[in-house]
């Protein structure tokens, strides 16, 4: 059944709503009345867009990922060679950090609310990372064939996946101590690991 634009407005704002409740406050301690409540729908309206607070955290990963990705893809386009996309992607974490108040990447924090390795949400929180190995993957590749003769021995494979590692370390360790350190050492480490 197509929804009406009053429905989509309403989708809208419930997503919205949790959005901000579920990254600023967690999911476990957001409860589906508090998401009623805030973005001004009624219940049935809410259960009519999103039929239980998984279906509705699913879409928030979604929304989540599909935000930060337009604005890492334009962050890219600023450098140009695949070392400089590589450092200035790491960069950019920093930076997508600092403006949300170290509370973390979206991804990692839902996911250790959810133990349940099967759970859709976790399933999305682990394409969020498979879709960033994916594109550290082919800057590695590109790199590798930039490089020639200088990078014969080296697998872009690997080095993808420690680049994801530093990432994805960098992303937990700078909201536990409410500090950029983490941060810039992720960068020296991207810097030597990519030479």
Request: aromatic fraction near 8%; charge should be positive; glycine fraction near 6%.
């Amino acid at each position: 059944m197509k929804k009406t634009p009053a429905e989509s407005d309403a989708a809208r704002r419930i997503l919205a709503t949790a959005c901000d409740l579920f990254y600023r406050n967690g999911y476990r301690a957001t409860g589906i009345n508090e998401i009623i409540e805030k973005s001004g729908v009624a219940k049935a309206t809410f259960y009519a867009n999103y039929p239980s607070k998984e279906s509705l955290a699913v879409a928030y990963v979604k929304a989540m990922n599909d935000a930060e990705f337009r604005a890492a893809e334009e962050n890219l386009r600023k450098h140009k060679g695949p070392a400089e996309k590589l450092v200035g992607l790491m960069e950019f974490a920093g930076a997508w950090l600092r403006e949300r108040d170290y509370r973390g990447c979206t991804h990692l924090n839902i996911s250790a609310e959810i133990p349940d390795p099967g759970n859709p949400v976790r399933f999305e929180t682990k394409n969020h990372y498979d879709t960033l190995r994916t594109v550290v993957g082919k800057l590695m590749k590109d790199l590798k064939a930039e490089r020639g003769d200088a990078w014969k021995g080296r697998d872009p494979e690997k080095l993808a996946d420690e680049y994801v590692l530093i990432y994805a370390g960098a992303c937990a360790m700078a909201p536990l101590y409410q500090d950029h350190q983490p941060l810039r050492e992720a960068i020296v480490m991207v810097k030597r690991l990519i030479g």
